[in-house]
């Protein structure tokens, strides 16, 4: 290997998704572990490919609802019933009915803010520098072309050898990403 | 997505590839200001100068400014709240329930009918902070310790309300800007200015689509809609308990829920239609934005006008049915009162004149429909005056009897406000992307991933 810049990796780019669905078949049959794609959308089956499939996501925000349920709940029950009790005609001081409209909007609020900010923490974002930026037509990613990145980490990473690879698979082009 | 017997055109034009949808989505924002731009701009901003200046007004010489009285404690202020809440809410259910319900071709409008919902939002919570009186102090609503050792009420309706409102304002938000940060990336590769990259690069935080940051936000974005449907409902019933908790004749009634939720989605598809209409045109969109999108809003008014319709009825046979005199005197005096040529308005231009929309040829007839919309505009106003002013100028004693009108400044705040929606939209609409672009990409047929067996 001549090791000129260091590489974050090597990264191939496809016109089309199929290209890169069975571009990233046929490197993860040959081992490569350590890919990563690039689409200007959502595509289910390039997870799949890429094995990805469960995410964090959804037990974040069911635990963020939850504290919001005790959020709100607790808030009016410490108000009404122990710090600031109001004997109303000797009605219930904690009045449950009256107390489900701001307890559910608390679960709501709760849970849309972890949605939001669990899903980016997870993502690493925002992230103000990432060296895949560093391929000038990367900025067609969030247009109409699909990218597929091998990272140097991975233990089948050869410069030389991953690049023949990349170009074997019907590619736009083939680019090195400098780190 | 089955196709209905009649053919009503594709939902998205034919010949699109992902560059084209790109390009001219983005064009709108990427391109030189044009002239219709500025003037529609500027016409906005003299309102909403209008706007500040009975604000200040009102913040030296207080709400006796109004034309509010006792007994019509609640006038253009809590008219204009509800309103406006209502026309906020086709943006949620747009984007969170038609999501929910696979109905793709919501994506060509959902975008531009969150940013109305954010904006409708906005221009409602301002009324009851201006309403409080001393509009300085509304932080007392909120539950904070303070050195007066209270706590707000929590059984009442309108403590919900701020609840309600804040939570749907924030998770507005949220839902909106998170469905922007893609496009938001695709507006930094594509912009051709310093100044336009360094933004929207700030705003997109880094995203760079990758596969397993698509994923998380797949969920994240599936999980908000599923959040955002109840929370949509709930809104405007908590709204219609600010009324419906009250035992003022023609307030106390079990319906309101479920028919203020209904009007609010037909308030809310008819600004829609009134916004999409003139800007589709405009800026050459007629592609993204078909007649089938506009023929499915018409019929969404159509059922949930009929809804709407409905609640008069029933109003009026529970008058009669729960043989309580106050009620009954209630609707007598809606319909035969000094009010009564606002209520038979009422009735013309929300019930009435939307029926046309049960023709196809209504339904596919722009300027026709156009004025449809307009129409369930003004009615919609005209329910909410009904409701408000109407049910509290006479209750039960006749001697607390009165009359009520808005004055100067109650038109110029409304004037003023429409004037902060649109200045608002035409800063949305220049700035970024009214259609969401990446989903957009997701309906063209060659975004389908052929299974091929390699």
Redesign the interface.
């Known amino acids: 290997m001549t090791a000129r810049v260091p590489l974050y990796g090597l990264m191939a780019e496809f016109a089309d998704v199929n290209h890169l669905v069975s571009a990233i078949r046929k490197l993860r049959q040959m081992g490569y572990r350590r890919l990563d794609a690039f689409t200007p959308f959502p595509v289910e089956e390039v997870w799949e490919e890429l094995g990805v499939h469960r995410n964090m996501v959804s037990f974040l925000v069911f635990c963020g609802g939850l504290a919001g349920c005790l959020f709100g709940i607790g808030l009016q029950y410490w108000t009404s019933a122990i710090d600031y009790p109001i004997n109303v005609g000797g009605r219930p001081l904690f009045s449950i009915p009256a107390f489900v409209p701001i307890t559910f909007e608390c679960t709501v609020l709760f849970a849309a803010l972890t949605a939001v900010l669990g899903m980016l923490a997870l993502n690493g974002l925002p992230a103000p520098y990432h060296p895949v930026f560093n391929v000038p037509r990367f900025a067609l990613a969030s247009r109409d072309r699909f990218f597929l990145c091998v990272e140097a980490t991975d233990p089948l990473f050869d410069r030389e050898g991953t690049r023949r690879v990349l170009e074997s698979l019907s590619p736009v082009s083939v680019a090195e990403v400098p780190d | 997505m089955s196709a209905p017997a009649r053919d009503l055109g594709p939902i998205i034009g034919p010949g699109h590839?992902?560059?084209t949808v790109?390009?001219k989505i983005a064009a709108v924002v990427l391109s030189e200001t044009r002239k219709g731009w500025m003037l529609g701009f500027g016409i906005s901003f003299v309102l909403l100068t209008i706007f500040l200046q009975c604000v200040a007004v009102l913040f030296v010489r207080g709400i006796g400014i109004w034309g509010i009285n006792i007994p019509v404690g609640w006038g253009f202020d809590i008219i204009n709240f509800v309103w406006w809440i209502g026309i906020g809410h086709a943006g949620t259910l747009i984007s969170a329930i038609l999501l929910l319900f696979r109905q793709t071709w919501r994506t060509s409008i959902n975008r531009f009918a969150e940013a109305m919902t954010l904006f409708a939002v906005a221009c409602a919570g301002l009324y009851p902070i201006l309403h409080l009186g001393r509009p300085w102090l509304f932080y007392w609503l909120l539950?904070y310790p303070n050195a007066m050792?209270?706590?707000?009420n929590?059984?009442s309706p309108l403590?919900?309300d701020v609840?309600?409102v804040s939570?749907y304002a924030?998770?507005s938000a949220?839902?909106w800007?998170?469905g922007l940060i893609?496009d938001l990336?695709?507006l930094?590769?594509?912009s051709t200015s310093r100044v336009g990259r360094i933004i929207y690069g700030i705003l997109a935080?880094?995203?760079?689509?990758?596969?397993?940051?698509?994923?998380?936000?797949?969920?994240?974005y599936l999980?908000?809609a599923g959040?955002?449907t109840?929370?949509v409902v709930?809104v405007h019933s908590?709204v219609s308990?600010d009324f419906a908790v009250g035992i003022i004749p023609g307030w106390h009634a079990t319906i309101f829920p479920p028919y203020f939720v209904a009007g609010a989605i037909y308030a809310g598809f008819a600004m829609v239609l009134t916004l999409t209409i003139p800007l589709r045109r405009y800026y050459g969109l007629e592609d993204f934005i078909t007649m089938r999108h506009i023929n499915y809003m018409a019929r969404v008014m159509l059922a949930t006008g009929l809804v709407v319709a409905y609640g008069y009825l029933m109003e009026i046979f529970m008058a009669w049915y729960s043989g309580n005199p106050f009620e009954s005197f209630m609707v007598k005096n809606r319909l035969t009162g000094p009010y009564s040529t606002l209520y038979a308005a009422l009735i013309v231009t929300n019930v009435v004149i939307p029926q046309l929309l049960w023709f196809q040829r209504v339904r596919t007839n722009i300027p026709l429909l156009f004025a449809v919309a307009m129409s369930i505009n003004v009615g919609m106003w005209l329910e909410r005056y009904v409701i408000i002013v109407v049910s509290l100028h006479r209750d039960f004693l006749p001697s607390s009897w009165g009359m009520y009108a808005g004055t100067i400044y109650d038109y110029g705040t409304f004037i003023g406000t429409i004037g902060l929606f649109l200045t608002l939209l035409f800063l949305f609409i220049r700035l970024l992307p009214m259609i969401s672009i990446?989903?957009m990409?997701?309906l063209l047929p060659?975004?389908k991933?052929?299974?091929?067996h390699?």
Not at chain 2, 205 to 220: C, D, I, P, Q
Not at chain 2, 449 to 452: C, G, I, L, Q, T
């Open positions: 590839t992902f560059e790109t390009d539950p050792g209270m706590w707000p929590f059984r403590m919900w609840f309600a939570t924030t998770v949220l839902f800007f998170v893609p990336a695709t930094r590769d594509r935080m880094g995203w760079r689509g990758s596969a397993r940051h698509w994923n998380r936000y797949e969920t994240a999980l908000l959040l955002s109840p929370l709930s908590v308990f990446f989903e990409r997701t060659e975004a991933v052929k299974e091929k390699a």
